[in-house]
């Protein structure tokens, strides 16, 4: 399974790949739109490094459990 930051690099990718197809004005646009996945990307990082170490070594699955049984 992907992570969440592995998807949107690879949209960003996906984006610059079409552009090289695209008209000059829709390149543009293909672009601006590989400018935001990642930056969306960087900020998924940041968010993943300042998460509690506890819930990163977490399955969501044991994550729920966990909240539950509190």
Not at 13 to 28: I, K, S, V
């Amino acid at each position: 399974m992907q992570s969440k930051t592995e998807i949107l690099h690879a949209n960003a990718d996906q984006c610059e790949a079409r552009a090289q197809e695209m008209p000059p004005t829709l390149r543009r646009d293909f672009l601006f739109l590989a400018e935001n996945w990642r930056k969306l990307a960087s900020k998924s990082d940041e968010a993943e490094a300042e998460r509690p170490k506890s819930r990163q070594t977490l399955e969501p699955e044991e994550c729920r459990k966990s909240k539950t049984t509190k």
